[in-house]
C-alpha cells in the first residue's frame, strides 16, 4: 500500500470482480487475514498481527474494518453475494435439468473462487455457528437446494439434491491434499455432483 488517500479511498465500493482487484487494499487485509485465521486460528489473530503482516498501521486497517469479526463477516459477504445472485436466476430458469446443471456449475465456480474461506469454515465450525455469518449461509444453503429440488420430490432425491451440494463442499476440502490440477478436481467433483441431481430428476419425472 502506498498510503495516499487516493489509494485507500479508491477501494471503497469497487465494482471490479474479485478476481481482478485482488491487489487493493481491503482485499489484501481479507487476504492475510485469512491467511492467519487458517494458520493460528481465529481467535488467537489479532488487529494487530494483521497489520502487521500487511506492513501497515492499526489505523490504516482500522479505515476498512474496526475488528476481526467485521474481517471475518465481510469474506463470508463475498462468499453469499454469488450465491445470492444465482438464487435469484434460477428464480427466472424453467426447472428443466440443464437449469439445474447449470446451478451446480455456476455454484462450482463461486466456491472455487473462495476456496481458502471455505476451508476455515470446514476447520472452524464452532466459530462460525457463533457469528451471525454462520445461520444466513444455512438459510441460503436450503434456499440454493430448493433450486435443484423439486417441490414434491420422494425423499430419496430430496438426499440426492442436498448431498449434491454437500459433495461440492466436502470434495473442496477433502481433495485439496490430493495430487492433481486443481481445474480436474473441481470438474471431477462437479461431475458427481451433477450426477446426483440427474438422478433426483429422472426421479420426479417418473409416473
Known sequence: ???????????????TPKRQRRGNTRQRIQDIALELFAEQGYEKTSLREIAERLDVTKAALYYHFKTKEDILVSLFQDLQRPID???EWAGTQPRTLDTKREILRRYSVALADVAPLFRFMQENQATVRELSVGETFKDRMIRLIDTIKEPDAALTDQVRCTSALFTMHIGMFALQDVEGDPEDKREAVLEVAVDLVTQAHAGAQSP
Open 85 to 87: 445472485e444465482l438464487i
Open 1 to 15: 500500500m502506498s498510503g495516499t488517500t487516493d489509494d485507500v479511498t479508491a477501494d471503497v465500493d469497487d465494482p
